[in-house]
């Protein structure tokens, strides 16, 4: 996780492809039931959060911006939901994912008397460009232990460009469904970066700490979310920077990208929440 190093006609023409994709979404849902006669089971892991959270990052500067990249990670728990957020219930496909996006700053923007640093020039130069993001298929090989669980990758997306859709919430149908089976988990693949995490304001930094420490803490607890990453440095770290300065953990950080590799999910993170989707149809 990083955040903003500040402590058009492009958008309508992203909103339109956005409600074109939803469209073809809906369409593959009214055509599945025909493929699918026998199935009424239907899913879309991840919706409340979508529908009850915004993402960070933008002109909304009462939150600070943070975003995620270079990393295969999954949703693990959200208080908008009584148990494991993106694990599979039922055996059936994934047809079609979400993701909420910001619409980050492209120049420096001047709020409340202080400067407020560009956001994408920032995080394209932490991460690389463009922004991008797909979905992947987990199955846990290995039970929690020291370090953490390992999972294997058995399916994935193709790798979607973000930038047209900032600001939106783009869904994109799979002209391929994914096959799932329960117990498998829908992970967020981000190549390279994505505006697609909320964080509540109470974990603002200041210079005395989290903004409401009481707040912050319970947002710790109630919303965690696990990345392919084993900590990092010297003292070991999950963060990609402190005090805006890149860590060992930056340079290490890779997504899980291949079919059939094994990767140990071992950074565990709090108080924000991955803003992603997934439909899944019974067979």
């Known amino acids: 996780m990083l955040r903003s190093p500040l402590t058009t006609d492009g958008l309508r023409v992203a909103r339109i492809l956005a409600f074109l994709t939803a469209i073809a979404?809906?369409?593959?849902?009214?055509?599945?039931?025909?493929?699918?006669?026998?199935?009424?089971?239907?899913?879309?892991?991840?919706?409340?959060?979508?529908?009850?959270?915004?993402?960070?990052?933008?002109?909304?500067?009462s939150r600070d911006c943070t975003v995620e990249g270079k990393v295969t990670a999954f949703q693990s728990l959200s208080s908008l939901y009584p148990s494991r957020n993106f694990v599979v219930p039922f055996n059936g496909k994934l047809v079609a994912w979400?993701?909420?996006?910001?619409?980050?700053?492209?120049?420096?923007?001047?709020?409340?008397?202080?400067k407020q640093q560009a956001q994408l020039p920032a995080f394209n130069g932490f991460f690389g460009a463009p922004s991008q993001a797909g979905i992947s298929i987990l199955r846990q090989v290995e039970k929690?232990?020291?370090?953490?669980?390992?999972?294997?990758?058995?399916?994935?997306?193709?790798?979607?460009?973000?930038?047209?859709?900032?600001?939106?919430?783009?869904?994109?149908?799979?002209?391929?469904?994914?096959?799932?089976?329960?117990?498998?988990?829908v992970a967020l693949t981000i190549p390279t970066w994505a505006p697609a995490?909320?964080?509540?304001?109470?974990?603002?930094?200041?210079?005395?700490?989290?903004?409401?420490?009481?707040?912050?803490?319970?947002?710790?607890?109630?919303?965690?979310?696990?990345?392919?990453?084993?900590p990092q440095d010297d003292p070991a770290t999950c963060s990609l920077a402190v005090n805006g300065v890149p860590t060992e953990?930056?340079?290490?950080?890779?997504?899980?990208t291949k079919v059939d590799s094994i990767r140990r999910y071992g950074c565990y993170y709090g108080s924000n929440v991955l803003l992603y989707s997934a439909l899944i149809v019974g067979r």
Not at 29 to 52: C, D, F, M, W, Y
Not at 102 to 107: D, V, W, Y
Not at 144 to 153: A, E, I, L, S, T
Request: hydrophobic letters at 35%; a positive charge; charged letters at 25%.
């Open 25 to 61: 979404a809906l369409l593959l849902l009214v055509a599945a039931p025909h493929a699918e006669a026998k199935s009424t089971q239907r899913i879309e892991l991840g919706a409340k959060n979508l529908a009850t959270l915004a993402p960070n990052c933008g002109k909304d500067f």
């Open 98 to 114: 979400s993701i909420s996006l910001a619409n980050p700053t492209r120049k420096d923007v001047f709020f409340e008397g202080d």
């Open 144 to 185: 929690k232990k020291k370090g953490g669980p390992r999972f294997k990758m058995v399916r994935k997306s193709p790798i979607e460009i973000l930038n047209p859709y900032f600001g939106t919430r783009v869904t994109f149908a799979l002209e391929r469904p994914l096959n799932v089976y329960e117990g498998n988990v």
């Open 197 to 230: 995490l909320w964080s509540p304001r109470a974990c603002n930094a200041t210079i005395y700490g989290d903004l409401d420490p009481g707040r912050c803490n319970q947002a710790r607890e109630r919303y965690t979310w696990r990345g392919s990453r084993v």
């Open 249 to 256: 953990q930056l340079d290490k950080t890779a997504p899980q």
